[in-house]
């Protein structure tokens, strides 16, 4: 695995969450409508939210209140949806 820098954090993490539904970023690549069609368990979620938070930190020394931030901002943008079964169950 290479250095994670702020240079290739998102990418990182675009590489992360695929790799949660066994996906890549290449899959990506070639299916247009991935946001559309591709979504997390409640569970995968968690753990992708709490992975992303600890490597934002680390990578870009900042508190956690400027993690979860930059989390939003690429979570709304690039994000996959949760399961809608699984959203349900949850509360």
Known sequence: MKKITRNNL???LFEYQFSLIGK???DAQNDRNWKLKWSFKIDKYKQFHDYSIKTIM????CNR???EKA???FDVR???NIEKNDAIREN
């Open 10 to 12: 998102e990418e990182h």
């Open 24 to 26: 890549t970023i290449e």
């Open 58 to 61: 680390r990578v870009l020394k």
């Open 65 to 67: 209140k400027k993690a």
């Open 71 to 73: 989390f939003s901002l």
């Open 78 to 80: 690039y994000g996959l």
